[in-house]
């Protein structure tokens, strides 16, 4: 038997000890295949898709490759932790400390290469799942077809191979062949609980307690002065909760024995503790990455969805004109015609209103308002069963500025509260109520008093054109289609605004990167739950021995059942409950920023997550009491 | 007190292996039962099947008139942790529990009161010497300190039987003749039957009858006399007997 095939056979009659480390490695190899299938794509590489997007996707890869570099070079080193005592009797028969790195080496060589072959091998079963999905979230013109991803496979598998022989120069240097009898006792002795300090311990409790409060006080555009800072608090304060506030915590609860001398607590919390050093840093790990997968998906979602409800909410019309303010009669009827004609083609059922808006200099003088009759109001708002209005005379009633905008200081409606509008004869009309309506919106709010009044305001400063039409339902597709067309016409495209169009517009161009956001939270959150797998099965036959002792003595099947339950509910829901909350702080941050309310897109996202973490869980669980169980009854 | 009758056991597989054929013992309340034998002669199996870790193939087993094997899984368990009391050879202590801790631990799963397990671990550890390392973790104590903290757990509760597999296995004489010491005293002072399964002579003069088995047959029984120094000297006679000279007997079990 030579070394190498000592090194080979150590591997390949060793299966199952290096199941976790491979299945790990596939998994990664794998998702970086599917995701090079999808970025090299024919269709992309042809097609009109702008560079924006392949930067975006080339960005999206190089995150992906760099993530499973840390990823691989984690499972790696939480791998060896588990041999200290294979190579501690190695050591003892005579091995040098560079034959032990010289198998490591080899081993990772092996498993690599393996690892990588059956990444690919996998990610191409999985191909035309991906590029199903892909081609529905993105919203393109042409459909993705399943192709044969030469480019892909050759991407990978070089930049596979090279990641895993960095990493295994790296790890055989940096595997410290420490004292031979600490690694004979390797497992026996505990790497020592962390040194909780009160200090620290409130520290981590006023950084978290400061970090929120600064994320949720500020509004509007400051929160992009506050968020980097409060990201750096938050992400310190964590690490704290987890390496100090947490072992404080378990420090008190074990001084307590009335708690824990309580039936099973001493199991699960002297374990806990005597763990606490790798748990806190898994769990940290864990937070953050779920942190970052569920902003990131939060925050896409959310700005979507307040892109096209917000256009929506502006637009309440189907189609709406505007025309320059240097167009004259002739040329806007000449629009209006062709916009018709244009409706008539797609067999459009629409109906036209239309309206001129004059602006008036009020008391102020500085600034020029729009003041609009009620019944042209009340035209525009029968199109979509808005509510009328009927102002009294002398009166006003003031339409908020559309929400959609986003500025600072006071409201609009706060200003024209203030002024008062000349009528003839000294008289004055008093603004006396404000009213949010998706009739007419504008920049600046206007006022709608009654048609008398009207008739007796001065002569207007400008006067402004607004044209709508109000699709029948159900003719969305129509819409689209006349909108592509209205965006043709040199003389139409900007004055013409179709609401569905645009939203289609939006999506289209969103869909990529929506995907690409959801590719990589999902590979995100899928490693955080990799990160407790290990965690957890690392010192799964320590934990067998630990029970079938205990068995020894006299353990209920019942018994053990909530201690290894709770445990292993503890190891996945601690960080992920940390995760959730900072992700739904960023979020209300987030939609603070917007003044928009993204509660239910939040809860949407955090609650699937929040799901999909009880079912993994469950799985885990459920393989994990097996195997206990197996082993000690 | 425990009373075993025609117990067989036969491990299936490509080829059946009997490892234990109509084992006949009796062992009085308060009783020091010895087990000897050579290896491979079902010592183990025989415990196995007394601390209920193994059921026999036939045959019963009565502890106190019960038949332990005939209880459900889970009533078993309070049955091992309530009634018998265990001390192995490789201790089995726990490492991520403190002395103390490891103590109470029986107890701890019955859910006692804190005052009453504290009381009772203090007095323990006074009776065994052991009151001083109460706070260390198991892995700063040595082999001997760990066999009574082993002794302690199993005794904490008072059980009626207890069970020593090999429990000098793993010490030098000193801590071994230590050890058997205070297995005579808890013997003489709290009326517990003791059962235990060695190798070592030395260990096993201590007891108050020895029964050797071999080939999974009871083989013969010897009483103690007047001097334990005479007693010795029959154990050793009766080895001898058994399978050539004393010195094949190592002190590591196979």
Known sequence: MTFRQFAFNNVLRNKRLYMAYFLSSLFTVMVFFTFAIFAFHPAFLEGEINNNVLLGMGIAGGIIYLFSFFFILYSMSSFLQSRKKEFGLLMMLGASSKQIRLMVFLENIIIGFFSTVSGILAGLVFAKAILLVAENVLIIDESLNFYFPTVAIVVTFLSFILLFFCISIFVSFILRTNKLVDLIKGDKQSKGEPKASVLLSILAALLLIGGYGTALYVKGATVVFAMIPVIIVVTLGTYLLFTQLSVYVIRLLKKNKSVFWRKTNMLLFSDLSFRMKDNARTFFMVAIISTVAFSAIGSLYGFQSYLTK???????????????????????????????????????????????????????????????????????????????????????????????????????????????????????????????????????????????????????????????????????????????????????????FAIDYSIYEINKAFGPMLFIGLFIGIVFFVSAGSFLYFRLFTDLDEEKRKFRSIAKIGLTETELNKVVNRQVALLFFAPIVVALIHGAVALTALSRMFHYNLTVESSLVLGSFALIQVIYFLIVRFFYVKQVKRMVF | MLKLTKVSKVYEGKVAYRALTDINLEIEKGEFVAIMGPSGSGKTTLLNIISTNDAPTSGEVLIDGKDPHKLKKNDLAKFRRNELGFIFQDFNLLHTLTVEENIVLPLTLDGTRVREMKEKAQKIAENLGIASIMNKRTYEISGGQAQR??????????????????????????????????????????????????????????????????????????????????????????????????????????
């Open chain 2, 149 to 254: 903290v082993a002794i302690a757990r199993a005794m904490i509760h008072e059980p009626r039987l207890l069970l020593a597999d090999e429990p000098t296995g793993n010490l030098d004489s000193k801590a071994s003749k230590d050890v058997m010491k205070m297995l005579v005293s808890i013997n003489e002072e709290e009326k517990t039957s003791l059962l235990m399964v060695t190798h070592d002579p030395q260990a096993a003069s201590y007891s108050d009858r020895v029964v050797f088995i071999r080939d999974g047959k009871l083989h013969s029984e010897i009483h103690r006399g007047e001097s334990r120094q005479a007693f010795f000297q029959k154990i050793i006679d009766m080895l001898s007997l058994m399978g050539g000279d004393g010195s094949d007997f190592s002190s590591v079990r196979v």
């Open chain 1, 310 to 496: 917000e256009m929506k909410q502006i637009n309440a019309f189907t189609i709406t004109y505007n025309p320059y303010l240097k167009d004259s009669e002739a040329v806007v009827q000449e629009d209006i015609n062709e916009i018709n004609s244009i409706l008539q083609g797609e067999s459009i059922d629409a109906k036209m209103e239309a309206m001129e808006l004059n602006y008036f200099t009020t008391t102020e003088q500085s600034e020029t308002v729009l003041i609009v009759k009620a019944s042209d109001y009340n035209r525009f708002a029968a199109l979509i069963e808005e509510k009328e209005l009927h102002p009294d005379d002398k009166e006003a009633i003031i339409v908020e500025q559309s929400g959609a905008i986003i500025s600072s200081g006071p409201k609009a409606s706060e200003k024209l509260m203030k002024l008062r509008i000349p009528l003839e004869g000294d008289q004055e009309i008093v603004p006396n109520q404000v009213v949010e309506t998706k009739v007419l919106t504008s920049m600046n709010g206007y006022y709608v008093v009654n048609d008398k009044n009207f008739k007796q305001l001065s002569s207007p400063v400008r006067s402004d054109h607004s044209v709508v039409w109000q699709a029948e339902k159900g003719q969305t597709d129509q819409v689209i289609e006349a909108g592509r067309k209205f965006d043709l016409e040199k003389n139409l495209q900007h004055k013409t």
